[in-house]
C-alpha cells in the first residue's frame, strides 16, 4: 500500500511536470533581441532608415567602415557616456532632428554571459537615446536594440579590440 501511494504521487509529478515546457524565444535573423517596447530590428528592406550606396554618415562621431554608423565607445561593464563621447552625439544633434527614424544598437564585449551582454547593449544604447532627447531629438523618433556580444567590429583578443566593441552605433 505504502508503495503504490509513492508510485502515484510519483506519477502525478511527473505528469504535472510534462505539462510544463520552457519556451525559448528564437532569434531574429540579423541576431538581434527584442528586450523594450521601444526595441526594434531591422527587417531586409532595410527599415532602420540607412542610406543605399555612399557611407551614409551624418556626424563628426567615429563611424564603423564607413557604413553609415555613428559610434560612442564605453568603458568596460559601464554604459556611462563620457563628456566626449556626449560631445558626439551632441555635435550630431541638429542632423539627428531631422531623420525620420533613428536607430541605436548597444553593443558589448564578449566577457560575461549572453544575456548579462544583451541587457548591458540595451542600458548602453537607451544612455545614447537619453542624451539625444535631453538634446532635442523627439524620443518617439529614436528606436533602440542590443545585439550584445553578437555583432563585433574587432575580434582581434586585444585591449584596444575589446574597447572598439564596447559601444553603442546610431544611424
Same mark, same amino acid.
Not at 502525478?12 to 535573423?29: D, I, Y
Not at 566577457?111 to 540595451?122: H, K, S, V
Given at each position: 500500500?505504502?508503495?503504490?501511494?509513492?508510485?502515484?504521487?510519483?506519477? !502525478?509529478?511527473?505528469?504535472?511536470? /510534462?505539462?510544463?515546457?520552457?519556451?525559448?524565444?528564437?532569434?531574429?535573423?540579423?541576431?538581434?533581441?527584442? &528586450?523594450?517596447?521601444?526595441?526594434?530590428?531591422?527587417?531586409? !528592406?532595410?527599415?532602420? =532608415?540607412?542610406?543605399?550606396? /555612399? $557611407? /551614409? +554618415?551624418?556626424?563628426?562621431?567615429?563611424?564603423?567602415?564607413?557604413?553609415?554608423? $555613428?559610434? &560612442?565607445?564605453?568603458?568596460?561593464?559601464?554604459?556611462?557616456?563620457?563628456?566626449?563621447?556626449?560631445?558626439?552625439?551632441?555635435?550630431?544633434?541638429?542632423?539627428?532632428?531631422?531623420?525620420? &527614424?533613428?536607430? #541605436?544598437?548597444? $553593443?558589448?564585449?564578449?566577457? =560575461?554571459?549572453?544575456?548579462? $551582454?544583451?541587457?548591458? /547593449?540595451?542600458?548602453?544604447?537607451?544612455? #545614447?537615446?537619453?542624451?539625444?532627447? !535631453?538634446?532635442? #531629438?523627439?524620443?518617439?523618433?529614436?528606436?533602440?536594440?542590443?545585439?550584445?556580444? +553578437?555583432?563585433?567590429?574587432?575580434?582581434?583578443?586585444?585591449?584596444?579590440?575589446?574597447?572598439?566593441?564596447?559601444?553603442?552605433?546610431?544611424?
Amino acid at each position: 500500500m505504502k508503495n503504490s501511494i509513492i508510485l502515484v504521487s510519483t506519477l !502525478a509529478a511527473l505528469l504535472s511536470l /510534462g505539462g510544463c515546457t520552457q519556451q525559448v524565444a528564437s532569434p531574429n535573423p540579423d541576431g538581434a533581441t527584442m &528586450v523594450a517596447s521601444d526595441t526594434v530590428t531591422l527587417d531586409s !528592406a532595410g527599415a532602420s =532608415g540607412s542610406t543605399a550606396g /555612399g $557611407n /551614409g +554618415s551624418y556626424g563628426s562621431g567615429s563611424t564603423a567602415g564607413g557604413n553609415g554608423k $555613428n559610434s &560612442v565607445h564605453f568603458a568596460y561593464d559601464s554604459n556611462k557616456l563620457s563628456q566626449k563621447e556626449k560631445h558626439k552625439i551632441s555635435r550630431d544633434a541638429s542632423t539627428l532632428k531631422r531623420k525620420s &527614424v533613428i536607430k #541605436v544598437e548597444g $553593443n558589448s564585449d564578449e566577457f =560575461g554571459t549572453d544575456e548579462y $551582454n544583451y541587457a548591458l /547593449g540595451l542600458r548602453r544604447a537607451k544612455a #545614447v537615446k537619453d542624451t539625444m532627447v !535631453a538634446k532635442g #531629438v523627439p524620443a518617439k523618433k529614436i528606436k533602440v536594440v542590443s545585439y550584445g556580444e +553578437s555583432n563585433p567590429v574587432c575580434q582581434d583578443g586585444t585591449k584596444n579590440c575589446y574597447q572598439e566593441n564596447r559601444r553603442a552605433d546610431y544611424k
